[in-house]
């Protein structure tokens, strides 16, 4: 089972709302108490920004339909295609919207499967993502009388294979453009709080950016690690991917890609927030050329990590 965050079903004001309104209601996600959360979230914050939010869809959306739900079921259907040998399914679920995870689980209930593996795409772990995934999971367990024997896999940050594919996608992309004086990776950050409290999504953040580097063969200089897409006015993780932006050709680095290694398939974090905002940001600093290097998406060294992490899950259990 694939797991993924989730998009809207179309890029109108109405979906935003629905897809936004369950997204922003889970606990994992937002966790104030909900006597306070949800009238500032149902009463100002969904009538608000959902029509705005419904707009940078409209910018990204592909004649096929939303970016993240067409590169997820081409996802699944060249891992399956891997898998067909093995007689293994492979079905494809949303922690919110749909196809859910529910629906996922049913497919697999219905094709009598016993063993379940779940593979959230989030190389790294956060509450706020894996752990919701477990969350949802459990919940749908609660009502079953037969729980399958299942696997679920963490986190990858760190695994050869993955690390292997971003390499792979940032060489033929310099290939193609032109190697940069830096190469930034932006993450998609959590509150700082989390990372109080035990998250160690920030650490395997930096691990990821390490192993990349190193596997690239750059130097300190060469490269840095930023976090973006931060909510609210509470401290988040740092350095922030916007600020960075701006400050950037004011030490002399006008020449950049971007990477966000985090992001399994490409959607409205990379395509609209990354490739259009914050270059707008760095042009308007002073940048002289920004690119943006496409999530790992359905390559074959992506689908190739997939596999790897799947058959290491039949081979150990």
Not at 247 to 255: D, R, T
Request: proline share 6%; with cysteine; net charge negative.
């Amino acid at each position: 089972m694939l797991v993924n965050l989730g998009t809207p079903s179309a890029p109108t004001a109405k979906a935003v709302r629905a897809f936004l309104g369950q997204f922003l209601h889970d606990y994992r996600v937002v966790d104030l108490t909900r006597f306070l959360w949800c009238p500032i979230l149902h009463g100002v914050i969904l009538p608000f920004r959902s029509p705005k939010v419904a707009k940078l869809y409209q910018s990204i959306w592909w004649e096929e339909g939303s970016p993240l739900m067409v590169v997820s079921r081409r996802q699944q259907a060249a891992l399956s295609q891997q898998l067909a040998a093995q007689d293994i399914p492979v079905v494809l679920g949303m922690s919110y919207g749909d196809p859910s995870i529910e629906s996922a689980w049913q497919e697999l209930k219905a094709a009598g499967v016993e063993k379940v593996i779940i593979l959230p795409l989030y190389p790294q772990y956060s509450v706020s993502t894996s752990a919701s995934v477990f969350d949802s999971w459990a919940r749908i367990m609660k009502k079953e009388r037969q729980i399958p024997y299942f696997s679920f896999i963490r986190d990858y940050y760190n695994h050869p294979s993955y690390i292997k594919a971003l390499a792979d996608s940032v060489r033929q992309d310099w290939q193609q453009n032109g190697k940069t004086d830096l190469l930034l990776l932006s993450y998609h950050g959590i509150p700082k709080r989390f990372e109080n409290q035990g998250d160690p999504y920030g650490h395997q953040c930096h691990k990821t950016s390490e192993l990349l580097a190193a596997e690239l063969g750059l130097e300190p200089h060469q490269w840095r690690t930023t976090f973006q897409s931060r909510f609210g006015r509470e401290e988040w993780l740092q350095p922030y991917t916007d600020e960075t932006m701006q400050a950037l050709p004011k030490e002399g680095i006008k020449h950049i890609s971007v990477i966000c290694p985090a992001f399994s398939a490409d959607c409205l974090e990379t395509l609209e927030e990354i490739s259009e905002e914050n270059k707008e940001y760095f042009i308007a600093a002073g940048g002289e050329s920004y690119h943006y290097i496409p999530a790992l998406n359905d390559n074959s060294a992506h689908i190739k990590m997939m596999l790897d992490l799947v058959n290491a899950e039949i081979t150990n259990n």
